[in-house]
């Protein structure tokens, strides 16, 4: 891969990276908020108001982790060409390159599958699913649920879209599970190696960042 290149990817892994932690900074601080509100035995209009609010900033900054996850993600390992065999080989031989250079294996928990995101991205898709597929006994569709989908009796997973648990830091769609945790965790360590790598000279040999345990970031 062309030096310059490389760094330009290590920059943009960096800024992903920053973009995903700062997501989940808001996500948080969302979660805490919400803890407190729903702790007042006598909510006032302004309570109601302001947990409105930080339950749109909740999902809000979810969809941006997301986004910036799946960002690294296609980062570090492209996204396929079409039916451009050749294209596709040389991309996969050059993301080894920025892999290599920032430590990152090939088993790492950051090569995402694309479907979840996907839920988010094309919602216009899953709804349309799921009135084709639901059931007319029970023809119900919850979204934006915050708490355990367990602690709702009578549904099956098929009539919740988006749901997320804070006890757990579980993302739920449709029965499909993303963990949240694992990958904030493999980011923070990226962080740092990215923002090293990408501010050396471009000729400098980008060398081979040591790969943490556990199979890599």
């Known amino acids: 891969m062309d030096p310059i290149a490389l760094r330009a990817f290590q920059r943009e892994v960096a800024k992903q990276c920053r973009f995903a932690l700062a997501s989940i900074d808001l996500l948080n601080r969302a979660n805490q908020t919400l803890a407190e509100l729903w702790a007042e035995d006598f909510p006032s209009k302004e ?3 302001q947990t409105e609010v930080t339950q749109y900033q909740l ?3 979810i969809q941006s ?5 799946a960002n690294i993600s296609k980062l570090l390992w492209g996204t396929k060409a ?5 294209k596709w080989a040389k991309r996969k031989r050059e993301r080894l390159q920025v892999r290599t250079s920032l430590g990152v294996a090939d088993n790492s928990i ?6 979840f995101r996907n839920h988010y991205e094309h919602f216009d898709e899953r709804i349309e699913d799921w009135a084709e597929r639901s059931s007319s006994a029970c023809h119900v569709l919850l979204n934006d649920v915050i708490g355990a989908t367990a602690t709702v009796h009578g549904l099956d997973s098929d009539s ?10 579980r993302l739920s769609f449709r029965g499909e599970t993303f963990e949240i945790i694992p990958v904030v965790e493999a980011i923070n360590q990226l962080l ?10 471009h000729w400098e040999d980008p060398g081979q960042s040591a790969t943490t345990g ?3 970031q």
């Open 160 to 169: 919740f879209m988006r749901s997320y648990d804070p006890a757990t830091q």
């Open 47 to 49: 309570s109601r108001q």
């Open 59 to 61: 999902w809000f900054s």
């Open 110 to 115: 950051l090569k995402l599958s694309p479907e």
């Open 65 to 69: 982790f997301l986004i910036s996850a």
């Open 82 to 86: 079409g039916t451009n065999a050749e």
């Open 192 to 201: 740092p190696v990215a923002i090293e790598a990408a501010s050396k000279p």
């Open 214 to 216: 556990g199979g890599g």
